[in-house]
């Protein structure tokens, strides 16, 4: 495999979980938005927001895409990556891109158990449970317009993989 795997979906569903077993199991690179903004600019995605607002943020998060697609990697993105036509496009164009889903209820119960504050401010400020649906709800068909593929991201990290790795009927190395 050596076009780049895209993993998409909302807070919670596992993009970054699964993008390291995956990319281990494929014997590829890792990399995840998220985590290349927070390495790159040394904010948290809370402090970006407080300075630059959700706007900026999806401006830096739209030029990392760019920066770290590169071939034999697999990418973990941030939920709200696809918000932006460009961004899907992009997804779509440079790799094989994977939607991991998952019910407003477990994504909830997940990001209770962990909440990242400073990784995940709230996006509308109503309580997890509330905003996931109200989330899930305003982007679940954008998901599936950038997704070639939508795997079941209920089951354990390795089941996920696993499924992954069927839906792309590869060679499990770059
Ligand atoms: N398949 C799974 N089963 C149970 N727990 C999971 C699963 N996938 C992820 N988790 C847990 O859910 C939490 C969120 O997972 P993760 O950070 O991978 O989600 P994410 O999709 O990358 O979220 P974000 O969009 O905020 O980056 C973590 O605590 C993780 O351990
Ligand atoms: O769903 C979202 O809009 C977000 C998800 C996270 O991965 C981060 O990219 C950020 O907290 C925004
Ligand atoms: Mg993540």
Redesign the pocket.
Known sequence: MTQPIYLVG??GCGKTTVGVALAQALGCNFVD??HYLLTSTKMS?ADIVAQEGWEG?RRR?SMALQSVTAPGTVIAT????VLADSNRQFMRENGVVIYLRAPAQILASRLEAFPEEG???T?TGRPITDEIVE?LAAREALYNQAAHHVVDATRPPAEIVEAVLAVLNTARAC
């Open positions: 909302a807070r938005t998220d995605v943020f998060e941030g939920g709200g990556m990784q995940r401010p996006l989330v």
